[in-house]
């Protein structure tokens, strides 16, 4: 997260000076320090880091109340309060504070509510003054705080923006950056709106599609499992003295309790060992890459996979391209965008370099990069030749966003029905097995 540090020196010429940065870590802020140190040659005399500090003011007579500041040092939130006139409190920094990252509904609203008052011919940094006091999540209050102090200060909106990465996202960050340069922010603004709705959007289908159906059947395989290891053996094992034969289902299912019994520890080291070892491994960079490679030709859902990933990437191409005034920058931050280390990593290392040492024109170093369907690069290859390539962009995010919703609206119920069925056949199986005992009559004497 993004922290406040400030230091105090003396210059070659005895001087007091005193400043601030902004910073994303202990260690990014040492580094910082030193190039100022070795650009101006101070002799510092201090460096704080900005943290939180819990207070609680007494009253005589009155109830007690408590309080929240920022602040460089103990004594600084002491003075503050005794020049509002309080002369008994207590002080104490706050040791865990780990504030939550906002949802992305928060963001987008933030995005809308600036769009709607910019048309309304309000200045930005009065839209996020007001947004800030509005806002309920903390870290998301102090990071418009900030970065409107920093704006008001004269700061670059870009670098600004992109320093709060960690709140707003990579390529929201990045949009919201160049807004402040645009001569239109509320559009600006809009298109980032629509970026991250849509984004969201494509997030809740995958979710309904893989992650929901896939604990609803773990939930069946191990409600059955427990009904064999433990419900069913209670049942079934009365007969068992009575030494009398027992049906042929109800013999197996015996079978497989005493095994699952013995072990069950060698089953789940089984599935679990591998898991952890692909998850550890899809968290490197080469595994992201070679996770979403294979991902896009997943049977059913792969290709919807991946025209999502290509649509996410011409939306982003198609609304910086031309404002950032770099079209290499554009590649880069709307591959970063897409949502597909596979695709990201193709463009950074294919393309981009093709553009840059080889001259190869935009359509051709993309088709190099073996990432993009046959229609997408048709499409592109028309653009460029009637010089038309950002609406032809914009045509392609709309076609895959209308075919990928229809498509993966058809696919979650498909999904649904197969899910049900599977367990429906669990169902019928515990039926069977259950009703197939209720047919043993052990001997009479």
């Not at 603004?189 to 995958?206: V, W």
């Not at 553009?355 to 499409?379: D, I, N, P, Q, S």
């Not at 169902?427 to 043993?440: N, W, Y």
Request: charged share 20%; proline share 4%.
């Amino acid at each position: 997260m993004t922290k406040e540090y400030r230091f105090k020196g003396i210059s070659p010429e005895g001087k007091l000076v005193q400043g601030t940065f902004t910073v994303d870590s202990a260690k990014a802020a040492k580094a910082q320090l030193a190039r100022v140190v070795a650009r101006y040659n101070l002799k510092i005399q201090s460096f704080d880091k900005k943290r939180d500090w819990l207070y609680t003011v007494y009253l005589p007579g009155k109830k007690k109340f408590n309080g929240r500041q920022s602040s460089y040092s103990k004594e600084e939130v002491a003075n503050a309060l005794r020049k509002m006139g309080y002369s008994k409190f207590k002080i104490s920094p706050v040791l865990f504070d780990i504030p939550s990252k906002p949802s992305l509904p928060d963001i987008m609203m933030f995005i809308k509510l600036s769009s709607t008052m910019l048309r309304d011919k309000m200045s930005f940094g009065k839209i996020l003054e007001m947004l800030a006091e509005e806002q309920p999540n903390r870290g998301f209050r102090e990071a418009l705080q900030q970065i409107e102090s920093q704006l008001k200060a004269g700061a670059e909106g870009r670098e600004v923006f992109n320093r709060y990465q960690h709140i707003f996202g990579k390529f929201p960050s990045y949009m919201l950056g160049l807004a402040t340069r645009s001569g239109n922010m509320a559009e600006v603004f809009d298109a980032t709106a629509k970026f991250i709705e849509r984004d969201m959007e494509i997030q809740k289908n995958i979710k309904k599609a893989i992650i929901s159906p896939m604990f609803a059947l773990l939930a069946t395989i191990g409600a059955t499992v427990y009904y064999i290891i433990d419900i069913f053996p209670s049942t079934a094992e009365l007969f068992l003295k009575y030494d009398m034969p027992l049906p042929n289902l109800t013999q197996k299912t015996l079978a497989a309790s005493d095994w699952l019994g013995a072990y069950w520890w060698l089953v789940l080291l089984i599935v679990l060992i591998p898991a952890l070892i692909i998850w550890r491994w899809w968290t490197t960079p080469k595994g992201k890459i070679w996770r979403d490679r294979h991902m896009v030709k997943l049977p059913i859902v792969g290709h919807l996979i991946h025209k999502s990933s290509i649509e996410i990437y011409f939306r982003v191409f198609g609304t910086i391209y031309g404002g950032a005034g770099d079209n290499i920058e554009t590649i880069k931050t709307a591959a970063e965008a897409c949502r597909n280390a596979w695709m990201e990593d193709r463009i950074k290392r294919v393309t981009i370099p093709m553009m840059l040492k080889e001259g190869l024109g935009f359509v051709e170093a993309m088709t190099a990069a073996e990432v993009f369907t046959r229609t997408t690069l048709t499409r592109l290859r028309t653009g460029q030749e009637t010089g038309t390539l950002l609406q032809s962009a914009q045509q392609i995010a709309t076609f895959y966003e209308s075919e990928t919703t229809f498509k993966m609206n058809n696919l979650i119920e498909y999904i649904q029905t197969l899910v049900g069925l599977v367990i429906a056949i669990a169902i019928t199986f515990l039926t069977v097995v259950s009703a197939e005992i209720a047919t043993i009559s052990p001997p009479t004497f």
